[in-house]
């Protein structure tokens, strides 16, 4: 199993321009989060998905939309980038009930 | 506000000593709560959790936490530190009720082991 997958890696932006986080993983889980960490405030939930077609919203959801098609794929989208959304994000997914959540690398995001 | 509290920013401990990561809680009745460790430029990596049961959890890398229902805290311990347990370490809770799994997570706190 790859597990939790993210692309890219790192991302450099302009102010304004758009792009999608990619996200899956290959162990059937229904659910799967997005989270940005910053220093000093730990992990933040941006949306989250408790199956294909279901979406809901976190923490901080503005800036961002998601959809979830399929089990296997949650993208993130920024819709127009701002400086703000800076920062470091995370995928994770889990089973049911008390599951503890798998975390994908990380895609580190710069917006200038 | 429902809330994961780690007081410390950073803990240092010398290799071989015990070592303790604090974490606090304040939410609604009672929840799951978990550990999680991050290395550098990595995701985070899943520890140990407490479900039910034995105060006292166990879990990867010889650490293990101690649930205390009255403090509403879950402290990361290990009874004898390596330099490779540098890292930074993150408390979250999960709610038992609802259908998510949504985690509050504490802000971490940088754990490191001098030789």
């Known amino acids: 199993n790859a597990g939790v997958t993210q692309t890219p890696k790192f991302q450099v932006l302009k102010t304004g321009q758009s792009m999608t986080l990619q996200c899956a993983q290959d162990?059937?889980?229904?659910?799967m989060s997005w989270y940005r960490q910053d220093p000093g405030m730990g992990l933040r939930l941006i949306h989250y998905s408790v199956g294909a077609g279901i979406t809901d919203q976190g923490e901080v959801p503005n800036g961002y939309n998601v959809s979830r098609s399929t089990t296997e794929d949650f993208p993130l989208r920024l819709l127009s980038a701002a400086p703000s959304q800076t920062s470091v994000y995370f995928c994770?997914?889990?089973?049911?009930?008390?599951?503890?959540?798998?975390f994908g690398p990380g895609t580190r995001l710069t917006v200038l | 506000a429902q809330s994961v509290a780690q007081p410390e920013d950073q803990v240092n401990v010398a290799e071989g000593n015990p070592l303790t990561v604090k974490c606090t809680y304040s939410v609604s009745g009672n929840p799951y709560l978990f550990w999680y460790v991050q290395y550098p430029n990595r995701g985070l990596q899943f520890l140990l959790k407490?479900?039910?049961?034995?105060?006292l959890v166990k879990g990867s890398y010889g650490f293990e936490a101690e649930f205390n229902k009255s403090q509403t805290s879950f402290h990361l311990k290990k009874p004898s530190a390596l330099v490779s347990d540098s890292a930074l370490y993150f408390c979250?809770?999960?709610?038992?009720?609802?259908?998510?799994?949504?985690?509050?997570f504490g802000t971490g706190t940088l754990l490191a082991v001098q030789p």
């Open positions: 407490y479900i039910t049961g034995d105060n």
């Open positions: 979250a809770v999960r709610l038992r009720s609802g259908a998510t799994n949504k985690l509050i």
């Open positions: 994770a997914s889990s089973g049911t009930g008390y599951n503890e959540q798998f």
């Open positions: 162990m059937n889980h229904e659910y």
